[in-house]
């Protein structure tokens, strides 16, 4: 078990241009995670997977965003046409089981600044 | 809803110090609380949770926290600060849909003196 990793661990881009991050839960886990944290701020909750379903997504997630996790394994989040706005800290977590109170283990998470 | 508010974005204590970090929640229902800590370009590492066993919880790396109901109050302490309790802690608690999201508070950052 070597937790969840995330890459690439941070990213520059311009504004407008595509951006995908990668993350790999550990396995086995069935639920995955995404939030989003700005400087000076705590995490906000983007999207949640069981698997393969993607179960809600935050009013944060904007139709430029979209995430995906095929096979029930890694998950994708892409951002099309950055934004300034969009440069924050991208965590993913995952965490085991389908009911009840479960850890969410955490990665290293995604530095994006948009230029 | 479920929410948890931190009260003071930075603290200083000096090493060898007390460290009392606070937070309180607002739930209509029993919460699940945590206390994460984050390091310097890291992910959220768990300190600490609270899910309705016993009310004085300890963690890892000496930490330890209080479940008071009457205060809504869920303060995260350690006796004695070590330069390597430089960090950022965050309370969370879990929202109360199938999903176990977890609601964070803003952050606290602890500076360590020597």
């Known amino acids: 078990d070597t937790g969840v990793s995330q890459d690439p661990r941070h990213k520059i881009t311009k504004r407008g241009q595509n951006v995908t991050f990668r993350c790999d839960p550990i396995s086995e886990h069935n639920r995955l995670y995404w939030y989003r944290q700005t400087l000076g701020q705590g995490p906000e909750f983007l999207t949640y997977?069981?698997?393969?379903?993607?179960?809600?997504k935050s009013r944060l997630l904007s139709d430029r965003f979209s995430a995906e996790r095929p096979k029930g394994s890694f998950s994708t989040l892409e951002i099309q046409r950055t934004e300034q706005g969009d440069s924050a800290m991208y965590l993913c977590?995952?965490?085991?089981?389908?009911?009840?109170?479960?850890?969410?283990?955490f990665g290293p998470g995604t530095r994006l600044t948009v230029l | 809803a479920q929410s948890v508010t931190q009260l003071g974005s930075h603290v200083s204590v000096s090493e060898g110090a007390l460290v009392l970090l606070r937070c309180n929640y607002s739930?209509?229902?029993?919460?699940?609380l945590f206390w994460y800590v984050q390091y310097p370009n890291q992910g959220l590492q768990l300190l600490l949770k609270y899910t309705s066993a016993a009310t004085l919880v300890k963690g890892i790396n000496g930490f330890e926290a209080e479940f008071k109901k009457s205060e809504t109050s869920f303060h995260l302490t350690k006796p004695s600060a070590h330069m390597s309790d430089a960090a950022e802690y965050f309370c969370?608690?879990?929202?109360?849909?199938?999903?176990?999201?977890?609601?964070f508070g803003a952050g606290t950052q602890v500076v360590v003196t020597p």
């Open positions: 997977f069981q698997n393969e379903a993607q179960l809600e």
């Open positions: 739930s209509s229902v029993p919460p699940y």
């Open positions: 969370a608690v879990r929202t109360t849909d199938s999903w176990g999201k977890l609601q």
């Open positions: 977590a995952s965490s085991a089981g389908t009911g009840g109170y479960n850890e969410q283990f």
